[in-house]
């Protein structure tokens, strides 16, 4: 059982707009940056957001990421059959000294 | 370029041993956090370990005692030398560029940069 919940699986049609949620405590959401990655099939993980909010280079602005108290949440808009893949949150946890990651969020583009 | 390739894995005994081997190029490894991140199959991400740029080192609980990891400045290279090898331990090992930084807004734990992982299988 991960730290960090995300739902197991999320679905949108091409052009939708989708978000993927992540929540956590006091001792990490609460009280630390978070962090998301994409993994597309059969792929390395790829930093899609950091800090929260803030997109690396070349990470299209249809990405987008927020956090409020303990949760946080990935917004995908404009929905394209490439968004297809794994997404996992993550974050520093006070308590456990140490870092940890959502369960991660399938995406499935219909 | 900037990039981390992985190598050393492969089918490895209950109680045997592995030397997984990540050679960076486009920076330097001795300069950056550097951690290992792995994925049991069909699994989720789960952190290994890092080692700092002051030479620091850290371990998941599930790895600590088994595993070593370390650096060979040199060749600009990072290692994980993992003993005492279980089923559980089967998986994809990826290298990353990051690790844990603070600031006045708290803890950031990231990572940048990914090889293209190696696979570990533990089975007799």
Redesign the interface.
Known sequence: Q?VLTQPPSASGTPGQRVTISCSGSSSNIG???V?W?QQLPG?????LI??NNQR?SGVPDRFSGSKSGTSASLAISGLRSEDEADY?C???D?SLS???????TKLTVL | EVQLVESGGGLVQPGGSLRLSCAASGFTVSSNYMSW?RQAPGK????VSVIYSGGST?Y?DSVKGRFTISRDNSKNTLYLQMNSLRAEDTAVY?CARGG?EYDS?????????????TLVTVSS
């Open positions: 991960s009280s630390n940056y962090y990655y792929t390395a993980p790829k930093l950091y800090r690396p996992y993550a974050a520093w006070d140490g870092g940890v990651f959502g369960g991660g | 991140v989720g991400l789960e952190w850290y998941a990826y844990a807004s708290g803890y950031y734990w990231y990572f940048d940069l990914w090889g293209r992982g």
